[in-house]
C-alpha cells in the first residue's frame, strides 16, 4: 500500500520561542548518499512569516532540503533552528524528530491515505494532537473551502483525481496553523486556471494566517508570486539567494541566466561599450569595466530582442517562429549564433530583417579565461 509520510503527526512540538527575525536558519548543511553529494554547505535564513522559494533543475538537491527541514532526512554536517529552538546541529547531536518540528508539509507525492475520507485525510493533523470534534468539523470545512472542495468531506479518498489529492494534501498541510510550511510542488499536477486561483488563494493564505514558508516549484511565476526571496539551487550547491525581480533581472551568473531562459553567450570585450560575439560580430552593451579581450559571457532575455526593418542592428534570419498565444517564440540566425527572440504575435519577414537589443538590457558577466 501507498504508505504516505503525512503531517507533522505525533505529540504537541517543543515549546518554540517568541518571534525571532529569522524564523528559519539553516546553516552549513551537507548531505551525500555514498560517494554522491546531494547537497554541499547549503545555508539560508527565513524571516517569521516570509516565504522562501527553492528553484533549480531536477536532482538539485530541493527536496532534500525540505526533507532535512522536516526531520525526515539526516544531514551529515549544519544546524537547523525553527523558531529559535535547534531542530538540528550534527556537531551537538541534536535530531529531533519530525513531529516534534512543529511543521506542515505538502509532499511532491501528495501521500494522501486512499482508505480514509477527503475528511478524515485532512483532519489527520487535528486528531493527533486532540482537537474537540466540533473544531476539527469547522476547520476541515474551512481548509477544504480555502482549496476549492468545500463540501467533500464524505467522500473517499480513493476516487481523487491527481489534482484533487493535491488540493486534499494542501489543505491537510495548513489545517492545523502551522506556523512553518514547506511545499514540495504543491501544484503541478493542477490545471492552468486552478493554479492561477490557487496561486492568489495561497498567497492570500499566507497573509491572512503569517506562517513562514519553504516553496519548492518548477514555474518561476509561481515562485516570484509567493516567495518572498529566491533560491537557486544548482546540483546541491547554492548558486544565488536574492528577492525575485534581483535573481531574475540581475542574474549573477550564467547558469542562473540561463534557468531563468535568457539567451547566454560566450564573446570577448572589444572595447570599453562594446563586445565581439563572433569575428566581426559586434555588440554595443553599455559601459563596463572589463579590459579590452577580457573573456564575458552575455545574458540577454528574449523579451529584449527586436526584430526590425532597416539598417540599424544586427543582420540576422529567421529559422522558426512557434506561435505561443499571447506571443511569439522565434529563433533567429546572426552569423554563427542563434538567438531565442519573444516577441507579439505578427507576420515577420524571413529575409532582410535585423535584430536590436537596448545596451542596458545587456547582462555581461566576467568569464574565467580557459
Ligand atoms: N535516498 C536517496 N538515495 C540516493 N540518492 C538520493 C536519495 N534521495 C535523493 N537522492 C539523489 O539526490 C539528488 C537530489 O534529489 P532531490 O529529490 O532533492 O532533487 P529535486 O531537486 O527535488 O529534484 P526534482 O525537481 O526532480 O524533484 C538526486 O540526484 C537524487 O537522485
Ligand atoms: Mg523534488
Request: proline fraction near 6%.
Amino acid at each position: 500500500m501507498h504508505m504516505p509520510g503525512g503531517n507533522a503527526i505525533g505529540g504537541v512540538g517543543p515549546q518554540l520561542a517568541a518571534d525571532a527575525a529569522a524564523f528559519i536558519s539553516v546553516s552549513g548543511l551537507s548531505k551525500s548518499y555514498g560517494a554522491f553529494q546531494a547537497l554541499a554547505d547549503v545555508s539560508f535564513s527565513i524571516d517569521a512569516g516570509q516565504g522562501l522559494a527553492l528553484l533549480g533543475p531536477s536532482g538539485c538537491g530541493k527536496t532534500t532540503i525540505l526533507r532535512c527541514i522536516a526531520g525526515l532526512e539526516t544531514p551529515d554536517t549544519g544546524r537547523i533552528e525553527i523558531g529559535g529552538v535547534t531542530v538540528f546541529d550534527a556537531q551537538k547531536k541534536i535530531d529531533l524528530a519530525p513531529e516534534r518540528r512543529e511543521l506542515g508539509i505538502v509532499f511532491q507525492s501528495y501521500a494522501i491515505w486512499p482508505h480514509m475520507s477527503v475528511g478524515e485525510n485532512v483532519g489527520l493533523p487535528l486528531k493527533v494532537r486532540r482537537v474537540a470534534g466540533a473544531e476539527i468539523t469547522r476547520r476541515i470545512d474551512e481548509a477544504l473551502a480555502l482549496v476549492g472542495l468545500k463540501g467533500w468531506h464524505e467522500r473517499s479518498a480513493m476516487a481523487l483525481s491527481g489534482g484533487q489529492q493535491q488540493r486534499i494534501a494542501l489543505a491537510r498541510a495548513i489545517v492545523h496553523q502551522p506556523r512553518l510550511v514547506l511545499f514540495d510542488e504543491p501544484m503541478s499536477n493542477l490545471d492552468t486556471q486552478l493554479r492561477e486561483d490557487m496561486r492568489v488563494d495561497l498567497r492570500l493564505m499566507q497573509e491572512r494566517i503569517g506562517f513562514t514558508s519553504v516553496y519548492v516549484t518548477h514555474d518561476h511565476g509561481e515562485a516570484f508570486s509567493l516567495a518572498r526571496d529566491v533560491l537557486v539551487m544548482n546540483h546541491g550547491k547554492v548558486e544565488m539567494k536574492g528577492e525575485p525581480h534581483q535573481v531574475y533581472f540581475n542574474p549573477a551568473t550564467p547558469f542562473v541566466a540561463k534557468f531563468f531562459g535568457y539567451n547566454v553567450v560566450e564573446g570577448v570585450v572589444a572595447s570599453a561599450q562594446e563586445i565581439e560575439l563572433a569575428p566581426g560580430l559586434r555588440l554595443a552593451v553599455g559601459p563596463h569595466l572589463l579590459p579590452p579581450g577580457a573573456p564575458v559571457t552575455l545574458c540577454v532575455r528574449k523579451e529584449d530582442i527586436s526584430l526590425v526593418d532597416g539598417d540599424s542592428g544586427l543582420a540576422c534570419e529567421i529559422e522558426t517562429q512557434l506561435f505561443q498565444g499571447g506571443h511569439d517564440e522565434l529563433v533567429v540566425a546572426c552569423g554563427p549564433l542563434r538567438l531565442r527572440v519573444i516577441q507579439p504575435p505578427r507576420r515577420i519577414p524571413h529575409k532582410d530583417i535585423r535584430l536590436t537589443i537596448p545596451p542596458e538590457r545587456c547582462i555581461v558577466l566576467a568569464r574565467p579565461a580557459q
